[in-house]
């Protein structure tokens, strides 16, 4: 909970994709499912804070999909309505190995020349996170927020693939970076995940965590190294968000805590966000978030330091 010298409205900016989903899993399937990076955070996040999405959408994204935000508290101001424009589209397919999501079509639609001009209540945001999105929109909208005292960001192959060079100039305007795994070792080209996170960290951020899908996730600062381990659940059916609602869960609990970033408070970060992303994948889609609620995201989070807890006992 906020301490009481703690400014009474704090808030976190994200900018990312705002999709429509096509999602396949051995478990099921949705044709379009709202989904999106920023959509994802945006929801984890509204459980601890104020948040603000910025992004483009076209005249297929209706007042359904805003009220599901808006009835989290999220503020769409900053989600422009591109006229006779497409949403965002992706679809995704999962095997057996729900960790690997296979990436089917990319349509970037409304983003090809989205130009963000953001209100004065987003460029005042404490926090600020660049989800997953072509780097160089990263880049203008940190620029934008150049007042934030915690910038964060995420990517994926797609984009290390087609825009590596500007990817890592955004990088190096961050304080943390959060990345799957594989996607980290992609980006430095170094298979030793430890050396992997280091050499992030030797671009410019401070604080590097990598996203280990069911394994959980590892935390590198200067200080040191933490990991936890993904919530255990017999009932996984969609993967898809994990990432963002993690990302969602952390800052979200970042920003409720002034936005600290000492290695305590990053460990109870992690745990959030693992929590956030343990529900997001019990259903399709943000389906989950629908009938979450923060007591039971209170009780999870007691939960995970009861199953990550080791009792020192006498040795002689
Ligand atoms: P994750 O949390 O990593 O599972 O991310 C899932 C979300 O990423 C989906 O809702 C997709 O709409 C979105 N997504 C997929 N590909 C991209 C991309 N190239 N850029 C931005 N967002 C994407």
């Known amino acids: 909970m906020p301490s009481s010298s703690l400014p009474d409205r704090m808030s976190v ?19 379009r499912a709202l989904g999106g990076s920023a959509v994802h955070f945006s929801l ?77 209540a987003s460029r005042d945001s404490e926090l600020l996170f ?3 999105i072509q780097p160089d929109l990263q880049r203008d909208v940190r620029a934008q927020c150049n007042g934030a005292q915690l910038a964060a960001l995420d990517s994926m192959n797609f984009w290390i693939e087609s825009t590596r060079d500007s990817l890592i100039k955004t990088i190096r305007g961050v304080d943390m970076v959060l990345m799957n795994d594989a996607e980290l070792r992609m980006l430095t080209e170094e ?34 190294f933490f990991a936890l381990p993904a919530y255990p659940l017999e009932t996984v059916r969609d993967p898809t968000g994990a990432g963002d609602s993690f990302a969602g869960g952390l800052m979200g609990y970042l920003d409720s805590q002034g936005g600290t970033l000492d290695d ?38 007691e939960q995970f330091k009861r199953i990550t807890a080791i009792e020192s006992v006498p040795t002689t």
């Not at 999909?65 to 769409?76: F, N």
């Not at 929590?275 to 259903?283: D, H, K, M, R």
Request: aromatic share 12%.
């Open 13 to 31: 900016t994200v900018v990312g994709s705002i999709a429509f989903d096509a999602i396949d899993t051995p478990f099921g399937a949705r044709e």
């Open 191 to 224: 298979p030793n995940l430890v050396k992997a996170a280091a050499s992030v960290r030797g671009i410019g951020p401070r604080v590097v965590i990598a996203k280990q899908g069911e394994y959980g996730a590892a935390l590198f600062t200067e200080e040191g």
């Open 44 to 120: 984890a996040a509204s459980f601890f804070t104020e948040v603000h999405p910025v992004g483009p959408v076209g005249d297929d994204f209706g007042e359904a999909q805003y009220d599901v935000l808006r009835r989290h508290g999220v503020v769409t101001d900053d989600i422009e309505h591109v006229e006779g424009g497409q949403t965002f589209f992706w679809r995704g397919k999962y095997e057996w190995d729900l960790n690997t999501a296979q990436t089917l079509d990319t349509q970037l639609n409304v983003f090809g020349d989205f130009q963000p001009k953001l209100s004065e």
């Open 264 to 301: 305590a408070t990053l460990r109870r970060a992690m745990a959030y966000g693992s929590t956030l992303a343990s529900f997001w994948v019990e259903e399709f889609g943000c389906e989950r978030a629908e009938r979450l609620t923060r007591d039971e995201i209170d009780e999870r989070f």
């Open 130 to 132: 660049l989800a997953n």
